[in-house]
């Protein structure tokens, strides 16, 4: 069993940056792929981007492309996402996942493991 946390959310000037990160407790953390989604108020959850366990491929949504970049340290058991130039419109739920396979998966339902979420507020 894998447990997630998240960390680093808060609340941001639009344009500025927030780096989160999700720490694994338990299981094997460097054969799981890594995702990160997100929930705006009223909205269905969205994918936002993965990346394999072997790191070899990564996938983002578009409209983060060039802006958010994941990233994982297997030694801290942890997986990033750097966001830049945030807007407005990225406002949400942040919530990882992890499955275990070698993907880099936007469909929730490839993972196994979610974590609670870190809320990030971008501010116009």
């Known amino acids: 069993q894998v447990q997630l946390v998240e960390s680093g959310g808060g609340l941001v000037q639009a344009g500025g940056s927030l780096r989160l990160s999700c720490a694994a407790i338990?299981?094997?953390?460097?054969?799981?792929?890594t995702g990160w989604f997100r929930q705006a108020s009223g909205k269905e959850r969205e994918f936002v981007a993965a990346?394999?366990?072997?790191?070899?491929?990564?996938n983002y949504l578009d409209s983060v492309k060039g802006r958010f970049t994941i990233s994982t340290d297997n030694a801290k058991k942890t997986v990033y996402l750097q966001m830049n130039s945030l807007k407005p419109e990225d406002t949400a739920l942040y919530s990882c996942?992890?499955?275990?396979?070698?993907?880099?998966?936007?469909?929730?339902?490839?993972?196994?493991?979610w974590g609670q979420g870190t809320r990030v507020t971008v501010s116009s």
């Open positions: 996942a992890a499955g275990r396979g070698d993907g880099a998966w936007s469909t929730g339902a490839w993972y196994d493991y």
């Open positions: 338990g299981g094997s953390f460097s054969m799981l792929s």
């Open positions: 990346i394999s366990h072997t790191g070899g491929s990564t």
